[in-house]
């Protein structure tokens, strides 16, 4: 007999029933996952004899998301890393699949490489280089300005300086310097490939102000207004942006998508017993049943950088580790994805601690110290940023280094709404437009770091914060990790979000995220 839907039994009511008072927080929890009323009547039936008189929306997360130590757990809660042998991916354990349904395991993989950095290293550092890198990005970036109505008639900087003075006109420019006057008008240096001119925004045109205040150097933007000598006067300008009203690619498969990052393996702040019940979360070996139909359809896990905690990355780090050999650190990598089921294909990207180079764009992590990685089948080891589609689902990942870089160069962003810089980047359609801040920018001829195309799903990493959001038909997604708070992060009074995974089904572009932690 097929169990009652929460829509047609009062979930307040049968709490009450049992003398407990449901919050409305906790309450809006229930309906917005949609809990089923097996899963309610099972969470009812844990909260006998415990006296309990409120159940509040901690009480929800502690119980249905995943926190297999304590309230969640209804099974043994010693599990450490070490209460398994950890085996290569031929000799991983199969045998418990047998019993269970994976609706993906029936699922072809359908991953497509659109944009991907490997092997296309060029770069000498040469003044010709950074010349080609800054060509590139205007050329890119200017042509998005020919799909906007108001300034798709924009003209070079030379011919609109040998306009008429109070003319209109229209140019689109690199930010080459940004100043305020003594009157607090902000100056803008500006420059194309014909030329360049200054743009000044008056401090009593408010609202162009307040939208100013996210200007950044290197950046590409489109002015408009009257033309002064050298100067222009702004009467409104435009980021290249992301078009109003796009529509966003669908998966016809009903499959799952976890976006993690911040692995951190061979750290001694490393959660091996949250990441462990994670992999056994993904072979229903854990969970209530809405959990384990998660788990049946999950069909790719990407991991977007740091991957590994790595060697010499600052000062001291060799006291902060468990494994000092940046080798083993990717031999334990690969043993514990080992035990992801082999029907799930796993998209590698690495990040600042990975064995490549430090500059972005980033190069794969070498096979070199990797090749376990490299031997197991359903591993795809990639660049960062990587610009890939899973069955037809457009995916940009990055690991997120010029976060920093926002936080520092716009008012109001703060490190606990990576979000906020995210859709900067998307607004920007570029990942880390400044040269010469924290983030180190490798010039290659093209500029890599441009974001040609809008994803369907953007997801960054590097901040160890989980958040997400929306904005004009992206999903954005910053994937937390699973390393604890380290004594760097204690000392700024930085609390990372550990072992919340964001799972996106692809088909309806529904998020949930899962919490592992203890």
Not at 145 to 172: C, G, P, W
Not at 414 to 424: F, G, R, S, Y
Request: charged content about 25%; overall charge negative; glycine content about 6%.
């Amino acid at each position: 007999m097929q169990s009652a839907s929460p829509e047609q039994v009062s979930i307040p009511k049968l709490f009450l029933e049992r003398g407990i008072i449901l919050t409305e927080e906790a309450y809006a929890k229930f309906l917005g996952d949609a809990v089923d009323m097996d899963s309610i009547s099972e969470f009812l039936d844990q909260l006998e004899g415990t006296d309990k008189a409120f159940v509040t929306k901690d009480d929800y997360e502690d119980y249905f998301y995943p926190r297999f130590e304590g309230n969640g757990d209804r099974g043994s809660s010693d599990e450490s890393s070490s209460s398994l042998q950890w085996k290569q991916r031929g000799n991983a354990p199969q045998e418990s699949h047998a019993s269970k349904h994976f609706p993906a395991k029936d699922v072809a993989p359908d991953i497509r490489i659109i944009t991907d950095v490997a092997g296309k290293g060029e770069s000498e550092g040469t003044f010709e280089d950074f010349y080609s890198l800054f060509s590139d990005r205007y050329r890119k970036l200017s042509r998005i300005f020919k799909e906007h109505a108001e300034f798709r008639n924009y003209t070079s900087i030379k011919d609109a300086k040998r306009m008429e003075l109070k003319s209109n006109v229209t140019v689109v420019g690199m930010v080459q310097d940004k100043s305020y006057t003594k009157n607090n008008n902000l100056m803008l240096e500006i420059e194309d490939m014909s030329g360049h001119i200054k743009a000044l925004v008056s401090f009593n045109k408010e609202r162009l102000m307040e939208r100013a205040k996210y200007i950044v150097r290197d950046e590409i933007i489109a002015f408009s207004g009257a033309l002064g000598e050298d100067i222009i006067f702004v009467n409104d300008f435009a980021f290249p942006d992301i078009a109003v009203g796009r529509q966003r690619n669908q998966s016809p498969d009903d499959v799952n998508a976890i976006f993690t990052s911040d692995i951190h393996v061979g750290s001694n702040e490393f959660v091996d017993k949250a990441f462990l019940r994670f992999i056994k979360w993904l072979r229903q070996e854990k969970g209530n049943s809405r959990q384990q139909e998660l788990a049946s359809k999950v069909k790719y896990l990407v991991v977007c950088g740091d991957v590994v905690d790595g060697v010499g990355i600052y000062p001291n780090q060799q006291k902060e580790l468990s494994i000092t050999d940046i080798y083993d650190q990717y031999k334990k990598t690969a043993e514990l994805l080992a035990y992801v089921p082999d029907w799930i294909e796993i998209i590698v990207s690495p990040g600042n601690h990975d064995a490549t180079r430090s500059g972005n764009p980033q190069f794969p992590i070498p096979e070199a110290f990797a090749h376990e990685l490299y031997e197991m089948d359903n591993v795809h080891m990639v660049s960062n940023p990587s610009f890939f589609s899973l069955h037809g689902v457009k995916c940009l990942a990055y690991h997120g280094d010029s976060i920093f870089d926002f936080l520092s160069q716009v008012p109001g962003f703060h490190l606990d709404d990576p979000i906020a810089p995210m859709t900067e980047m998307l607004r920007k359609r570029h990942l880390a437009p400044v040269y010469g801040m924290g983030t180190q920018i490798v010039p290659e001829p093209k500029d890599y770091l441009c974001i040609d195309e809008p994803p369907d799903i953007f997801q960054t990493g590097h901040t160890h914060m989980n958040g997400n959001g929306s904005y004009r038909g992206t999903t954005l997604i910053n994937s937390g990790g699973w390393q604890a708070q380290t004594s760097f992060q204690k000392m700024r009074n930085i609390t990372p979000d550990v072992a919340k995974v964001p799972i996106m089904n692809l088909h309806d572009h529904k998020l949930v995220v899962m919490n592992f932690g203890d």
